[in-house]
């Protein structure tokens, strides 16, 4: 008796001639409140924003406003800190193209006067 005798063929899977969410309508869900996450703390409530923890103030009732006062501040520094940097990054690459435009354009001004002088 062979043992290798039977091949393996897997089965033909017939064609979908309907798809299965037909009677159901789409979901409606409000993607945006998925996309910042809320900690809920005693006196704070963070949100994660951008990979950064910020703190946003929570209302309280007796809590102490100095506290909740400088985590806005700090929040409001770390946002500007950000800005600063992206701006930065801009400006590199502006002055980066800017240079390349300016060699491409002394380049042309040498061919143009080679070109005048034959």
């Known amino acids: 008796m ?8 897997p089965k033909v899977v017939p064609p979908r001639t309907q798809r299965l969410n037909i009677g159901c309508p789409p979901p409606q869900e409000d993607l945006d409140d998925f996309r910042t996450i809320r900690l809920n703390l005693v006196d704070k409530q963070l949100c994660f924003v951008d990979g950064v923890w910020m703190s946003a103030v929570k209302a309280t009732t007796g809590g102490t406003a100095g506290t909740a006062g400088s985590g806005t501040a700090i929040d409001e520094l770390l946002k500007m800190k950000r800005r600063i940097k992206t701006l930065e990054q801009e400006n590199n690459l502006y002055q980066v193209k800017l240079d390349v435009l300016l060699d491409l354009l002394t380049e042309n001004v040498i061919e143009l006067n080679s070109i005048k002088d034959q």
């Not at 062979?2 to 063929?9: C, M, N, Q, V």
């Open 2 to 9: 062979p043992i290798f005798t039977k091949k393996f063929s």
